[in-house]
């Protein structure tokens, strides 16, 4: 079913790559932000706008850009976390990271071109002004103090402390979920939704942050680097607390069932406004997935 | 002649901070974004912007949100070349650096919050959409790979390279003439300029950049840490080229001069379009500034 979509996860991909390539002021900036963009990845966010824009059926060409800043944006946040003086992650997407390759400096300054250029590349978008602004604002909210940096910042801080698991779901709300809810908020602003659909989306997709988040836990024990293109075990081996240190493996396998269930309730709230049945799909490829 | 402005500078400040106390997600990366910003600086790019307003005899007020946009990456960007994987400096405006005090991860973070709140207080000011849309463009179009990220890595680049005035002069004409030029053509958009004077103001001010950056040079051998609050000498320390090893002492003041009547010359073509006054101001601030 992702199939439907390739055609569109493409042309993100080329919009993306067609903006860095566009001019040559620095071609070792522009080479290091193509690389880690080439890297590829699951595009689990812009497949979500993509299946969101289909479940209020309108037109998927139109969420092209918007998807890419949102990529754009998650591959910055890649690119500094795996930075020597945050988790010091060796490889990625099943390539050496891109300090690895390019050294600090210049992987500092790639993430920052990248946040930058996304911004960028969303403000020249074929969308009127006001779309435009709204997607600005709900993007850089849900990608700065307001959301994920804030939970970058306290999952550092948590590490090597004994935390619960209300303040370990806190931190995935603000670290992963915001930029989780970002590409479906944005499908509803693009397709012009009311208030409502609005507001029961971001719930929906709020929990699907969480869902994903526990599955990810469970993948860091569960998978192999050669499925995950990245390491495994770099939980444990940096005393991070997550899903599967707090309740173990049948535990948080336990969650996700749980946490499957909530996300599909809230889904089903929108039965009547939306054909949720293209999000019910995107809840078990997460729920589903090996990588 | 500083004095006018400075209740809008101030107002700048408050902004900023206003904006970074808005919420608690973190109170570490905010503390720490709050830490850069409150160290003060020259705030001469903010300065820029309401003495060219001032010139095109418009209220300064407007001119507040893309002051404190601007200055926010201004800060960005200093927290991030200071890292040790990029310049490495322990003080910046009379203070330890931001890493120094928080450690690199904070001051990654730390760097990418403003980056990002920077947009995001933009998005939400009180411009029309259209305005909102072209200030993002301009300054995400002057602070991306297009502009200062790019000038800064041709700098990292070119590190214990011997580089001509030529290659040197284009550098800085990213690195830091984009974010000079930034403010003076917001300030002309705000004011709904014409197309032609904003080219013209466009043409000044990129000259003020390399005048702004050939002083900056000088004050790096003729200054002291306690004026300038950031360490001298670095230049040589880190064998960077600079309008002082290329020409010597004497010979970069002789350029300092040529620029400066360069830069005049460009502000005169628009003396019958706008009060010039203001902007001859800023060259004399820039050329006899000894912080």
């Known amino acids: 079913m992702i199939n439907d979509y390739?055609?569109?996860?493409?042309?993100?991909?080329?919009?993306?790559k067609d903006h860095l390539n566009k001019n040559d002021v620095s071609s070792k900036v522009k080479e290091s932000s193509l690389y880690s963009i080439s890297a590829g990845g699951k595009k689990i966010r812009p497949l979500l706008l993509f299946k969101?824009?289909?479940?209020?059926?309108?037109p998927l060409e139109l969420g092209v850009p918007a998807a890419a800043t949102i990529e754009m944006i998650h591959t910055y946040s890649l690119i500094h976390d795996d930075l020597?003086?945050?988790?010091?992650?060796?490889?990625?997407?099943?390539?050496?990271?891109n300090h690895k390759v390019y050294g600090e400096a210049t992987a500092i300054l790639a993430g920052d071109n990248l946040l930058t250029e996304s911004i960028h590349l969303l403000s020249h978008a074929n969308y009127n002004d006001a779309i435009k602004i709204n997607l600005i604002q709900l993007i850089t909210n849900a990608a700065g103090q307001f959301g994920m940096i804030s939970g970058q910042m306290n999952d550092i801080l948590s590490a090597n402390k004994e935390i619960d698991y209300k303040t370990l779901e806190n931190i995935h709300r603000y670290k992963t979920g915001k930029l989780i809810q970002a590409p479906v908020v944005a499908a509803a602003m693009i397709a012009g939704a009311s208030n409502d659909i609005i507001n029961n989306l971001n719930d929906f997709s709020g929990e699907l942050g969480l869902l994903f988040q526990i599955k990810d836990d469970l993948l860091d024990v569960q998978g192999t680097q050669e499925e995950l293109g990245k390491s495994v075990g770099t939980d444990e081996?940096?005393?991070?607390?997550?899903y599967v240190s707090l309740f173990g493996v049948e535990g948080a396998m336990d969650l996700l069932k749980e946490k499957e269930t909530e996300t599909k309730r809230l889904l089903y709230k929108l039965k009547d406004d939306i054909d949720i049945i293209h999000l019910e799909d995107i809840?078990?490829?997460v729920v589903n997935r090996t990588k």
Chains 1, 2 share one sequence.
Do not use: C, H, W
């Not at 969101?52 to 309108?58: D, E, G, Q, V, Y």
């Not at 081996?237 to 997550?242: A, D, G, L, R, W």
């Open 237 to 242: 081996k940096n005393q991070t607390t997550t």
């Open 6 to 16: 390739q055609q569109y996860l493409n042309e993100v991909d080329l919009l993306i």
């Open 52 to 58: 969101t824009l289909k479940a209020l059926n309108f």
């Open 84 to 97: 020597p003086a945050m988790d010091n992650d060796d490889y990625r997407r099943g390539k050496l990271t």
């Open 283 to 285: 809840i078990s490829i």
